[in-house]
């Protein structure tokens, strides 16, 4: 059937050298956010070589004429396969990929126009076999989608900590902004067939096979996240649900931290059911939702968006949280296998 047709489209190359970074982006009915990301790395100032890898997941709404409108600018490729999720969508553009260093984005993400060379200038005084970077929130981003960049990167929502040289564990790259060698990927076989949680359980991989990881802080990308908070609600619950599912895989990963969501999101339901958790309740909707307006405030600089990061914050904690407890329930108590506990695409 057409469905299960691969089609290939290899863009011409306006750069003759070989790239020393190949920029790996899945993509999935995302037109006008690939758009604003090529535009900026159309826009990058950098004097080292790389080529974009744009591989479509399946879309119903393809972004083939957009990609080839940028065939004179970019050294550019573009290849389209059956939905499969985004983990395997980025091993079938790694194959393509002839960089020393594969580069994976989300395409929901904006590159700040000196990424490459912060990149560039940070493995030439400390060469890593995987990277990555945080996220922060541009300007242009609309005042929700600031207060969910916030409450995701927060150390008051334990975001904060994964963007940190010195946290609990050692750094673990996320597909949004992930670096690594491209040796080093080949030898690992790649991303798994997880569609949510798949750049944990990678990252996972390359720490215990001995590869050196490290955080690169001005390499940092510009993260959109989701647009509502009903769209991020399921974004963190399904991160939740794939916490519990690559404990079962890695025991060792579980972590302190990682319980914090569900002890937020329980304490807030017996709070509001016993009236003797007052103490406990009174913490969770006066004290928190303060340190949150102030912080957020302060940040970004405005009153409106520090409200709706109060929002953003409960919706973070809380789907998380709860995702965290159901998965816990069907994958541990009952003992299910994460796919027939959990049918739906996470990835839509």
């Known amino acids: 059937s057409s469905s299960s047709i691969i089609s290939n489209i290899t863009i011409l190359s306006c750069q003759m050298s070989q790239p020393k970074y190949s920029l790996i982006i899945p993509l999935y ?16 100032q950098t004097n080292t070589p790389f080529e974009i890898i744009i591989v479509e997941d399946g879309s119903f709404i393809p972004s083939k004429e957009l990609v080839l409108a940028y065939k004179n600018k970019l050294s550019i490729s573009y290849y389209s396969k059956p939905n499969s999720g985004p983990g ?35 493995l030439l005084k400390n ?13 242009s981003f609309t005042p929700i989608q600031k207060s969910i960049n916030y409450s ?21 790259p996320r597909s949004f902004n992930m670096g690594i060698r491209a040796t ?19 990252s996972i991989r390359l720490i215990d096979n001995g590869f050196k990881t490290g955080l690169i802080e001005k390499a940092f990308v510009y993260h959109k996240r989701r647009t509502d908070f009903k769209k991020f609600f399921k974004q963190v619950y399904n991160s939740g649900v794939a916490r519990i599912v ?46 949150i307006l102030v912080d957020a405030t302060k940040q970004e600089k405005s009153l409106r968006v520090g409200l709706l990061a109060i ?31 959990f049918v ?5």
Not at 161 to 168: A, E, L, M, S, T
Not at 186 to 202: M, P, T, Y
């Open 152 to 172: 995701m990167t927060s150390i008051f929502t334990t975001g904060g900590i994964r963007n940190k040289k010195k946290g609990f564990e050692k750094f673990h």
């Open 311 to 341: 929002i953003a914050s409960y919706v973070q904690l809380i789907g998380y949280g709860l995702g965290f407890i159901v998965s816990y329930w069907k994958n541990i108590i009952q003992g299910k296998q994460y796919q027939k506990a």
């Open 127 to 139: 060469p890593l076999d995987a990277f990555g970077g945080p996220d922060c929130a541009d300007d």
């Open 29 to 44: 009915n995302r037109p006008d956010e690939i758009k604003e990301l090529l535009d900026r790395v159309g826009a990058m």
């Open 246 to 291: 690559l404990y079962k895989m890695y025991p060792q990963s579980l972590k302190l931290v990682h319980f914090l969501p569900s002890v937020f999101t329980l304490g807030l339901l017996l709070g509001l059911i016993a009236g003797s958790w007052f103490y406990s309740l009174l913490i969770i909707i006066t004290i928190f939702p303060l340190l």
């Open 344 to 348: 739906k695409k996470f990835y839509d």
């Open 184 to 202: 080093a990927f080949q030898q690992l076989g790649g991303f798994s067939e997880l569609r949510f949680g798949e750049d944990i359980d990678f």
């Open 88 to 122: 395997l969508s980025r091993n079938h553009g790694a194959q393509y990929a002839t960089g020393e260093f594969l580069i994976f984005l989300d395409s929901d993400v904006v590159l700040p126009k000196d990424y490459l060379n912060e990149v560039d200038n940070s």
